[in-house]
């Protein structure tokens, strides 16, 4: 189980010290991780839409194996959070291709927002007191029917619905990015720094995909 950081004024210097080394290594890997989507990205320009399935799945096959590992081998699940960031790039090749070609400003503005809304966000998180688990578990059911959501609109024409759609996700994101900053605050076990950075990653990620909707529409 995680050990929480009591932030009284009884908190001690050994247990801020583990909290800096802990944020510290998640941003060094979620930095890391988006290098190698960067990489995946790259790689798979070329690719086929039919093979990028693939690479969905066996992401998340991956994604669940690092809770398995993370026990065992601290080294093994960094290994496999890399792995995670290059087949999600190779998953999203195709569509980062297409837009970089069609609507190259969107993918630029949908980086730089990303950056504004996680680092706003996560300053949020990990600074408040109030727990947000609350929230997490709300944006979690929220986030099952916004999946549910897109697959209607898929069959059914709503007026600016991909637009209501990205604007849900960008608010579910924004509960569920604050949750893992605060975690990051809270734990002091340095082993679940994979674990988070994954977490954090998946955060900009969606919320990245968000904001590129809503710029290439807003451009067309």
């Known amino acids: 189980m995680s050990e929480y950081v009591d932030y009284g004024g009884g908190v001690t210097t050994a247990t801020r010290d ?21 990489l995946g990205a790259y790689l798979g320009r070329n690719m086929t839409g039919g093979l990028a399935i693939l690479w969905w799945i066996v992401a998340f096959v991956a994604l669940i194996a690092m809770n398995f590992t993370v026990r ?44 504004l809304f996680i680092a706003g966000f996560g300053a949020a998180g990990y600074a408040t007191r109030r727990d947000l688990a609350v929230v997490a578990r709300l944006c979690f059911f929220a986030l099952i029917a ?34 893992d900053f605060q975690r990051l605050r809270r734990t002091k076990n340095l082993d679940a720094a994979p674990l988070i950075a994954a977490s954090i990653f ?19």
């Open 18 to 38: 583990q909290t800096h080394t802990l944020f510290g290594q998640t941003m060094g890997l979620v930095a890391v991780t988006t290098g190698f989507f960067a």
């Open 72 to 115: 065992r081998s601290q080294g093994l699940t960094v290994g496999l959070l890399f792995l995670v960031g290059v087949l999600l790039g190779l998953a999203l090749a195709p569509t980062l291709a297409y837009y970089a070609t069609v609507n190259p400003q969107a993918v630029w503005q949908a980086g730089g927002a990303t950056a």
């Open 146 to 179: 916004l999946i549910i959501f897109g697959i209607v609109l898929i069959f059914v024409h709503i007026p600016h619905g991909d637009l209501i759609y990205s604007i849900l996700g960008l608010v579910i994101f924004a509960g569920l990015t604050m949750y």
């Open 202 to 220: 998946l955060d900009a990620l969606n919320v990245f995909l968000f904001f590129l909707r809503i710029f290439s529409r807003s451009s067309n």
